[in-house]
Nanobody, 132 residues
Framework: QVQLVESGGGLVQAGGSLRLSCAASGRTFSNYAMGWFRQAPGKEREFVAAISGSGGSTGYANSVKGRFTISRVNAKNTVYLQMSSLKPEDTAVYYC?????????????????????????WGKGTLVTVSS
């Protein structure tokens, strides 16, 4: 069982910045492909950003590209989402999620997940509110 705990959400004015953190349990964190997703009120959960196990490959939704940066520190079992130039439409609950390979297998080095259905574990989420 892998536990994911997000932190760093809050209220920020449009144009501001926030950094979300996600701390993961487990001894093989560097094997986990990680992703951030978000869900706004009344909307479906959507992909935001993802990162490969080594951190060498990343992917972003078009809506956040150039404004958000995903990163990870495997020695700390932590993945981050740095959010800048925030907009009111970024208001949502942000979820950290992990895609974990089956025992005895490994993801290819460049793999990162973009589909919520691929994720095996989820955090409880952290609320980000951007005021106009």
């Amino acid at each position: 069982q892998v536990q994911l705990v997000e932190s760093g959400g809050g209220l920020v004015q449009a144009g501001g910045s926030l950094r979300l953190s996600c701390a993961a349990s487990g001894r093989t964190f560097s094997n986990y492909a990680m992703g951030w997703f978000r869900q706004a009120p009344g909307k479906e959960r959507e992909f935001v950003a993802a990162i490969s196990g080594s951190g060498g490959s990343t992917g972003y939704a078009n809506s956040v590209k150039g404004r958000f940066t995903i990163s990870r520190v495997n020695a700390k079992n932590t993945v981050y989402l740095q959010m800048s130039s925030l907009k009111p439409e970024d208001t949502a609950v942000y979820y950290c999620a992990a895609d974990i390979p089956s025992p005895g297998t490994y993801f290819r080095g460049s793999y990162y997940p973009t589909d919520a259905l691929s994720m095996d574990y989820w955090g409880k989420g952290t609320l980000v509110t951007v005021s106009s």
